[in-house]
């Protein structure tokens, strides 16, 4: 059977549209396979930056986040998981090597600034401030000048009243420029009565406490110490040999300051936390001795005269023939134990 010529083009135009179609078709699965690609491999990149930043490789989830933003510039989550790292780096900072704090810091800036303007949350938005100023402080320390951290501290504390890393910040800033204790102590109270971020704040009080170096923030590390333990907390390891070392000298021998070191807590307060601290620090055999001394002369305070005893004996023992202040303190504190024991 014949077809026209008319037939024939209206069937030539069938197949260009059914091919168009089809060619169509083919470049919409190809969209979205592409965009469910696109998806896989961020999902994977941020699963592994969260890996890297649970095992405190920062630079190495900055270089994840790195990946993942070319993939994505425009995902919330990965912006969002930046913010978080830049803060997370920022809180557990440290500097090995040649470079100092500013060549990190240089880098997680704008990453913060970013994150303040597109916050969607005061509190957000002040955990972003208050981590900027901390940047302005870290650079401060390596000689750039003109920053003022506790302006960003109390922009935070005004967009969310007592935020702990403001607060936390401004009470370790105040510490650092030998400021008002009290005026620091209340900052710290302001951070801890959010019940946010707890380990942090104490690490940070602890931290500016220990780097004042005299009698008044000894006696307040013991105080917050203390306070830890009853709050069922911790101390991280490397803060423990610090507050370890603060006791060299304060117990024994004692001095006219260490009547009030003790008083610090009340003394049976003092042995528990002393002991929770300390007694299973992996320490070297003359380290272990003088644990074992302080332990007695705040057991005494304590009135626990029989554990108190029983330790200077033992000292005793152990340092025969080996004079020194700690055998010294060890004999009169036997004798006047015995003394007492036979009133």
């Not at 077809?3 to 069938?14: D, E, M, V």
């Not at 930056?49 to 919330?76: C, F, M, V």
Request: hydrophobic fraction near 40%; glycine fraction near 8%.
């Amino acid at each position: 059977m014949a077809i026209s010529f008319s037939t024939a083009l209206k069937w030539i135009g069938y197949g260009t549209a059914i091919l168009s179609f089809a060619a169509g078709v083919r470049g919409i699965t190809s969209a979205i396979s592409s965009r469910v690609e696109v998806r896989h491999k961020t999902e994977a990149l941020l699963a592994s930056e969260r890996i890297q930043l649970n095992g405190h490789d920062y630079a190495g989830a900055w270089q994840t986040l790195d990946q993942a933003s070319k993939l994505a510039p425009d995902s919330t989550a990965i912006r969002e998981a930046q913010e978080d790292l830049a803060m997370d780096w920022l809180d557990d900072i440290r500097v090995q090597g040649e470079g100092g704090f500013s060549e990190v810091v240089q880098k997680l800036d704008p990453i913060l600034t970013r994150g303040i303007g597109a916050a969607k949350t005061p509190q957000r938005q002040a955990d972003l401030t208050a981590h900027l100023g901390w940047s302005y402080f870290l650079r401060a320390r390596e000689g750039v000048s003109g920053l003022d951290p506790s302006t960003s501290y109390a922009d935070a504390a005004k967009k969310d009243p007592g935020n702990p890393y403001a607060e936390a910040m401004w009470g370790h800033w105040i510490l650092w420029n030998h400021g008002d204790p009290a005026d620091a102590a209340k900052h710290f109270a302001a951070a801890l009565g959010s019940n946010r971020e707890r380990a942090f704040v104490r690490r940070l009080q602890l931290s500016a406490l220990l780097n004042n170096h005299d009698d008044a923030s000894e006696d307040r590390v013991v105080q917050a110490i203390n306070d830890i333990r009853k709050e069922s907390g911790s101390v991280p390891p490397d803060m423990k040999r610090r507050i370890f070392s603060m006791y060299y000298g304060k117990l024994i021998p004692p001095d006219e300051e260490t009547t009030r070191f003790i008083n610090a807590v009340p003394p049976a307060e003092h042995v528990a936390t002393f002991q929770w601290m300390f007694d299973r620090m992996d320490l070297n055999e003359s380290e272990s001795l003088l644990r074992e001394g302080d332990l007695c002369v705040l057991e005494e305070a304590a009135g626990q005269r029989e554990d108190a005893k029983r330790g200077y004996e033992s000292i005793r023992k152990k340092l025969a023939g080996r004079p020194g202040s700690l055998l010294a303190a060890a004999e009169t504190g036997s004798k006047r134990l015995a003394g007492s024991s036979a009133q």
